[in-house]
Nanobody, 118 residues
Framework: QVQLVESGGGLVQAGGSLRLACAASGDTFSMLVMGWFRQAPGKEREFVGMITTNGGATTYADSVKGRFTISKDNAKNTMYLQMDSLNPEDTAVYYC???????????WGQGTQVTVSS
């Protein structure tokens, strides 16, 4: 069993930065593909990015490439999402997830709200 808890959300001004964290409990964190998703009001859940089990490679949605960076610390059972150059379109509830791959995420956090003002 794996439990995920997001933190770090809040209100920021356009152009600003925010760092989210996803803390995991359980003994299989380092064996899972981890990723970030988001859901804006009135829209479906959107893939943001993911990271390999050893943190050696990352994949990002085109909408966030060059602005967002995913990293993880297996020793601390924590994954991070560094968000730079934020714009109002990034406003959403952000969720962390883990599983066998992008389309096979089994574990989900409760989400953290990110609001970007103009």
């Amino acid at each position: 069993q794996v439990q995920l808890v997001e933190s770090g959300g809040g209100l920021v001004q356009a152009g600003g930065s925010l760092r989210l964290a996803c803390a995991a409990s359980g003994d299989t964190f380092s064996m899972l593909v981890m990723g970030w998703f988001r859901q804006a009001p009135g829209k479906e859940r959107e893939f943001v990015g993911m990271i390999t089990t050893n943190g050696g490679a990352t994949t990002y949605a085109d909408s966030v490439k060059g602005r967002f960076t995913i990293s993880k610390d297996n020793a601390k059972n924590t994954m991070y999402l560094q968000m730079d150059s934020l714009n109002p379109e990034d406003t959403a509830v952000y969720y962390c997830a883990g599983g066998l791959g992008r389309a096979a995420m089994k574990y989900w956090g409760q989400g953290t709200q990110v609001t970007v003002s103009s």
